[in-house]
């Protein structure tokens, strides 16, 4: 299946095409390009009078963290998983970094989840739990679970996740990519 911009799902033989998004990730890098701006006004037009260590750490802090939330939400405002005849892909952000291939022949099952939570990963982004596996969460809802060959999971937030779901599934048993 292909999902169309209008969030029309047509069949396709070969490729099926999903993402999520995270309005809410837009706010944050809002406050992110706020800190950036703070710093670069501190540094170009400042009226500090305690010296000039202080004005360095307050330049950096405010661009260091305004740089870190910045490209740090704008990496997860949204995750697209595409599924072929051979693999998964997962990218996440607008330039598509971080990048996960998973050839099917180390898929052992998918399922669907209907409650994929960032709460229950640690946080929104690529998260890691011990207990739980790999995950890549853009916001709260379905996703896909991805049980592979070594024994861990790989957790992916997306729309119409039962689709992608049938879809692995369907790939599995014609036995693709093994």
């Not at 837009?26 to 004005?55: F, N, R, Y």
């Not at 998964?88 to 050839?103: A, D, F, N, S, T």
């Not at 060959?149 to 992916?156: L, Q, S």
Request: with cysteine; proline share 5%; net charge positive.
């Amino acid at each position: 299946m292909r999902d169309h911009p209008h969030g029309k799902s047509t069949p396709h033989p070969d490729v099926w095409t999903g993402r999520a998004s995270n309005r809410f990730q837009w706010l944050l890098a809002l406050g992110g390009a706020a800190c950036l701006a703070l710093g670069i006004e501190l540094a170009v037009d400042s009226q500090w009078t305690s010296g000039i260590a202080p004005l360095v750490m307050s330049v950096v802090g405010c661009i260091a963290a305004g740089l870190l939330v910045l490209f740090g939400t704008l990496a997860f405002v949204h995750v697209a998983l595409k599924v072929d005849k051979e693999s998964l892909e997962v990218r996440c952000g607008h330039i598509g970094v971080p990048r996960r291939r998973i050839p099917l022949a180390q898929v052992a099952g998918a399922e669907f989840d209907p409650h994929v939570t960032p709460r229950h990963w640690g946080g929104w982004g690529y998260r890691w739990r011990p207990e739980k596996g790999t995950a890549v969460v853009v916001r709260r809802g379905e996703g896909v679970v991805l049980r592979l060959w070594d024994g861990h999971t790989f957790t992916i937030t997306v729309d119409d996740a039962e689709a992608a779901v049938r879809v692995i599934k369907d790939r599995l048993r014609s036995g693709a990519g093994r």
